[in-house]
Protein backbone atom coordinates (compact mmCIF):
# COMPACT_ATOMS: atom_id res chain seq x y z
CA UNK A 1 0.00 0.00 0.00
CA UNK A 2 1.32 3.36 -0.50
CA UNK A 3 1.52 5.61 1.98
CA UNK A 4 2.00 9.58 2.12
CA UNK A 5 4.27 11.36 4.31
CA UNK A 6 1.93 13.43 6.95
CA UNK A 7 2.32 16.39 9.12
CA UNK A 8 2.43 15.32 12.73
CA UNK A 9 4.41 14.86 15.74
CA UNK A 10 3.54 11.35 16.26
CA UNK A 11 2.81 9.73 12.37
CA UNK A 12 5.29 9.54 9.75
CA UNK A 13 2.74 8.44 6.83
CA UNK A 14 -0.68 7.14 5.94
CA UNK A 15 -2.03 5.08 3.00
CA UNK A 16 -5.78 3.97 2.89
CA UNK A 17 -6.99 1.00 0.03
CA UNK A 18 -10.59 2.49 -0.16
CA UNK A 19 -11.61 -1.44 -1.21
CA UNK A 20 -10.37 -3.68 1.64
CA UNK A 21 -11.42 -0.57 3.95
CA UNK A 22 -7.89 -0.73 5.41
CA UNK A 23 -5.94 2.24 7.13
CA UNK A 24 -1.77 1.96 7.44
CA UNK A 25 -0.06 4.14 9.26
CA UNK A 26 4.20 4.38 9.52
CA UNK A 27 4.55 6.01 12.89
CA UNK A 28 8.08 7.91 13.88
CA UNK A 29 9.45 5.89 16.41
CA UNK A 30 9.32 3.34 12.66
CA UNK A 31 6.77 0.62 13.47
CA UNK A 32 3.45 -0.07 11.02
CA UNK A 33 0.53 -0.86 11.75
CA UNK A 34 -2.70 -2.27 9.76
CA UNK A 35 -6.35 -0.98 10.88
CA UNK A 36 -8.68 -3.22 9.44
CA UNK A 37 -12.42 -2.09 9.04
CA UNK A 38 -11.91 1.43 8.81
CA UNK A 39 -14.59 3.16 6.81
CA UNK A 40 -13.25 5.99 4.32
CA UNK A 41 -14.83 8.73 6.28
CA UNK A 42 -13.33 7.96 8.92
CA UNK A 43 -10.10 8.28 6.87
CA UNK A 44 -11.10 11.30 5.02
CA UNK A 45 -11.56 12.79 8.92
CA UNK A 46 -8.05 11.54 9.61
CA UNK A 47 -6.33 13.35 7.25
CA UNK A 48 -8.65 16.62 7.55
CA UNK A 49 -7.92 16.78 11.49
CA UNK A 50 -6.35 19.60 12.83
CA UNK A 51 -4.17 16.93 15.05
CA UNK A 52 -3.63 13.91 12.93
CA UNK A 53 -2.48 12.21 16.35
CA UNK A 54 -4.98 13.34 18.26
CA UNK A 55 -7.02 11.96 16.07
CA UNK A 56 -6.02 9.42 15.30
CA UNK A 57 -5.79 8.52 19.45
CA UNK A 58 -9.13 9.42 19.70
CA UNK A 59 -10.99 7.96 17.06
CA UNK A 60 -8.96 5.15 15.17
CA UNK A 61 -6.81 3.60 18.00
CA UNK A 62 -8.48 0.94 20.15
CA UNK A 63 -11.54 0.79 17.96
CA UNK A 64 -10.65 -1.17 15.15
CA UNK A 65 -8.75 -4.03 14.59
CA UNK A 66 -5.00 -3.73 13.99
CA UNK A 67 -1.80 -5.85 13.46
CA UNK A 68 1.96 -4.68 13.43
CA UNK A 69 2.93 -5.27 10.21
Do not use: C, W
Not at 9 to 18: F, K, M, R, T
Not at 26 to 36: A, N
Amino acid sequence: MERQPVASSNLAEVGYDPELETLEVQFKHGGVYQYYNVPAFMNERLMAAESLGRFFNAEIKGHYPEAKI
